[in-house]
Structures are given as C-alpha cells and as structure tokens.
C-alpha cells in the first residue's frame, strides 16, 4: 500500500466544480412556449379589441336611453334605435324602414322569447304620431322593449324583413 505521507505530499489542485448552468440561454421548448404565450395572448387582446368596438354603439346608445325617462321623450327613443340599427347596417337598409316593416326588423333581431316590438306596434304608432304623449305605462313597456333591443339584439345575422312570404 502507499505511504501516507507521499500522498499528502503529492502536489494535486483542489477540486473545482463548474458553475451551476444559469437560467440563459433558454432551451428550445422555452422558446416554443414562450412563442406559442405571446401569440395567445396577442390573439386574446384582438378579440377583446374587437368586441369592446363591436359593441361601443351599443354601450353608448344605453348611456344615452338612460337620459329618456318621459313620455315626451318617445321620438327620440325611437331615433336612438335608428341610430344604433345604422351603426350596424347600411344606411340604405335601414333608412327606409317605416311602420310594420320598422318594428318587424327589429323583432327580427331578438331571439323569440325577446321579440315585442310587433306586439306593441298600436302603441308604438300612437306615441310616434299622436300629438298627444302615450301615458306612462305604455312608454315604459316600449322603453323596456327598446332597452331589451339595444342590449340583446343579435346584428350578425341579416333578418328577411319582409318576413318569409315576401311581403311587408
């Protein structure tokens, strides 16, 4: 066996571990997830953008029929559901819609449940062309029923408005 004494006396450099590996540069899947995050949530902001835009006449024309409390407001609730139908349709398309054929589009973009404007069409002619203001209960069943359109009206689909027998 060795001496004990050569083996200490044997010039031998201490151990030196190497450095613990540091966090840079990541691997490859790092990079692949980190891509795959920052696309998702690029994606995502898109989509919120988007809806937050879809919608801004929406909110807006809500803010606006909060102001409309009295009877004599009528007229103007009725233009604020021609101002928020012309922000999602033509012009041309929407202009042009009176009486019957005016209410129809716009039951036809509630779901059924929803639908009403048909319903109170006697009343809602009366409040537009009467000189004298609809009495307080029936302005607040068309309010409730333009508050109802504004906030669940579905604009991605284009209604027939002259109903499935092609006439108004």
């Known amino acids: 066996m060795a001496d004990t004494s050569t083996l200490s006396t044997l010039p031998l450099a201490d151990i030196h571990l190497p450095d613990v590996p540091g ?17 998702g949530i690029a994606y995502l902001a898109r989509v919120v953008i988007k809806h937050q835009r879809k ?6 024309a809500l803010q606006r029929l909060a102001e409309l409390k009295s009877p004599d407001d009528f007229n103007q609730l009725n233009l604020l559901l021609r101002q928020v139908a012309m922000s999602y349709h033509c ?10 054929s005016w209410l129809l589009f716009l039951d036809q973009h509630l779901e059924e449940k929803d639908r009403g404007f048909v319903r109170l069409s006697e ?26 359109w504004i906030r669940k009206a579905n ?13 108004v």
Request: proline share 6%; charged share 20%; hydrophobic share 40%.
């Open 155 to 167: 604009f991605l689909s284009k209604p027939d408005i002259y109903g499935e027998s092609g006439n």
């Open 123 to 148: 009343t809602w002619q009366r409040g537009l062309f009467s000189p004298a203001p609809l009495d307080k209960d029936q302005f607040t069943m068309c309010y409730q029923q333009a508050k109802k």
């Open 23 to 39: 966090m840079w540069p990541l691997a490859w899947g790092w990079w692949v997830i980190l891509t795959l995050a920052l696309i």
């Open 55 to 60: 919608n801004l006449a929406r909110r807006e």
């Open 91 to 100: 012009r041309e398309h929407v202009a042009g819609l009176t009486g019957q």
